[in-house]
Nanobody
């Protein structure tokens, strides 16, 4: 059973930075595409960023491009989301997700949707006050 656990959420002022991390319980992590999604109050879960197994293929949502960075450490089985210049509208619960179907390949556009992901963490709250 693959388990994902997110860490690093909290309450910050607008303009601040936060780094989220997501630890995977299995060494098979290296072959997973990993992603971050978020769910803002009253809204559907939305894609934030995704990264393939070696970090050479990355997608970002337009709303976070230039402010957020996704990266991974395959030795530690961790994926990170560095969030800079946070805005009030970044407030929400952030989830990490893993897809094992794509294997050692580049991302494809389907991974901007939540459907392909096999494993999910429970989420961590990020609150940005203006």
């Amino acid at each position: 059973q693959v388990q994902l656990a997110e860490f690093g959420g909290g309450s910050v002022q607008a303009g601040a930075s936060v780094r989220l991390s997501c630890e995977c319980s299995r060494d098979s992590f290296v072959s997973y595409a990993m992603a971050w999604f978020r769910q803002r109050s009253g809204k559907e879960r939305e894609f934030v960023a995704a990264i393939n197994w070696n970090g050479e293929s990355i997608y970002y949502a337009d709303s976070v491009k230039g402010r957020f960075t996704i990266f991974r450490d395959n030795e530690k089985n961790i994926v990170y989301l560095q969030m800079n210049s946070l805005k009030f509208e970044d407030t929400g619960v952030y989830f990490c997700a893993a897809d094992h179907g794509i294997g050692f390949s580049a991302l494809d556009a389907t991974l901007k949707d939540s459907t392909p992901y096999d494993y999910w963490g429970r989420g961590t709250q990020v609150t940005v006050s203006s």
